[in-house]
């Protein structure tokens, strides 16, 4: 049974003519079936959905980023990765099935893949917390990229979260900290890592995996630091007011490779990718190798040094000098000259508006003896 969002009653009623121009056992018995009618149809379902999918809002964006028929991580794993081998357990407390980690391969060539798992209907929902990692779940993402690191095997995570768990246990055992140590480690690590945002991509519980080379979005998924609805609870004391919330908090893929926090968009076919997982399961791979490609012929510290510049260039003009060194040299802000120009110009106003008055003054009495 196809699950349908709120803007998309019209396609619903569509579909479901379409179902029964389909369906030859009618009220009167067994009937001819009308192609022509179910051509135009289809090509009426299309044409709507197409004209829908152009036009959604930053907040409708969000809807079909939690679609309840959305792919999640576990089946692009089993689409793109040959021979995976899911590994499990931090070696401290216990396993997090809210992640899915292990090793694969893809274009015949070894990769550790991490992927945050949502589930697919309630009971797999609520065994995987909803896609929110404990603590626990972080130390082993940790633990495996480390060992990837070792054995310079790349990283390649699905990010798809409402955030990291906020329970009780959870902060017992150090989940900020975790957080923070996952960041860490990959911010640190000297092989190329990708991260794909299938979904939701919310606050620090997707950051700690998207911390990396290529952060790539699928173009109906969204990357925030909190939900809309908690964007507007804080703001204006009103949940419902998400539509202004996401509107202004730019969590679409469009506008955040706009703003350079992304780096690619994956375009999702005609009305969303749950609606041909199989061509969407085949864009993200051929995306995934194409950046590995791209990383192919880098040395270690090369690939260290593009993250860094990477993340330090997010907001400026240019990035960071490149040098795995941290040397107070190497840290030197690359700063453009016109920018250096309007800083200095804005360090001394009074100066030099005082100065552009004289030049005007001395420029109007010339003029006026001539």
């Not at 179902?19 to 056992?25: A, E, G, H, R």
């Not at 009220?27 to 004209?51: A, F, P």
């Not at 993402?141 to 959870?170: E, H, K, W």
Request: net charge neutral; glycine share 6%; proline share 3%.
């Amino acid at each position: 049974m196809k699950n349908y969002l709120e803007f998309e009653k019209e396609i619903k009623l569509l579909e479901t003519d379409l179902d029964s121009l389909k369906n030859p056992f009618g009220s009167e018995g067994i009937s001819e079936v009308n192609t022509q009618k179910i051509k135009k149809t289809e090509d009426e379902i299309n044409s709507k959905l197409k004209l829908t999918y152009e036009n959604l809002n930053s907040w409708q964006k969000t809807l079909v980023a939690r679609h309840e028929d959305r792919p999640r991580a576990n089946f692009y794993i089993k689409k793109i990765f040959s021979s995976f081998t899911a590994l499990s357990g931090d070696r401290l407390f216990s396993d997090d099935l809210s992640v899915i980690a292990g090793f694969g391969l893809i274009d015949n060539k070894s990769v550790l893949v991490i992927g945050q798992e949502k589930g697919e209907d309630l009971t797999s929902r609520i065994e995987r917390n909803f896609g929110m990692m404990r603590p626990e779940g972080y130390r082993k993402c940790i633990r495996l990229m480390q060992l990837a690191n070792r054995f310079q095997i790349p990283v390649v995570s699905f990010i798809d979260t409402p955030g990291a768990y906020p329970g009780l246990g959870a902060e017992q055992r150090g989940q900020a900290s975790a957080i923070a140590n996952s960041i860490e480690c990959s911010m640190s690590l000297n092989v190329p890592n990708i991260s794909i945002i299938i979904g939701e991509g919310g606050s620090g519980g997707a950051i700690a995996l998207a911390s990396s080379n290529k952060v790539i979005m699928l173009e109906n998924s969204i990357y925030s630091v909190i939900s809309p609805e908690g964007c507007a609870s804080i703001l204006w004391r009103d949940p419902s007011k998400s539509l202004q919330a996401a509107e202004a908090m730019k969590l679409t893929a469009k506008d955040l490779l706009e703003l350079g926090i992304i780096d690619e968009v994956i375009k999702e076919p005609v009305g969303g990718a749950h609606r041909d997982i199989e061509t969407i399961a085949q864009d993200v791979k051929h995306s995934i190798i194409k950046n590995l490609k791209h990383y192919e012929n880098f040395s270690r510290d090369e690939i260290y040094d593009d993250r860094k510049a990477r993340f330090l260039k997010i907001g400026r003009d240019k990035g960071f000098t490149e040098s795995a060194s941290l040397t107070e040299s190497s840290l030197g802000y690359k700063e453009h000259f016109l920018l250096k120009i309007k800083r200095e110009f804005n360090n001394n106003k009074t100066r030099n508006y005082s100065l552009i008055v004289l030049i005007l003054t001395a420029l109007i009495t010339l003029y006026s003896v001539t």
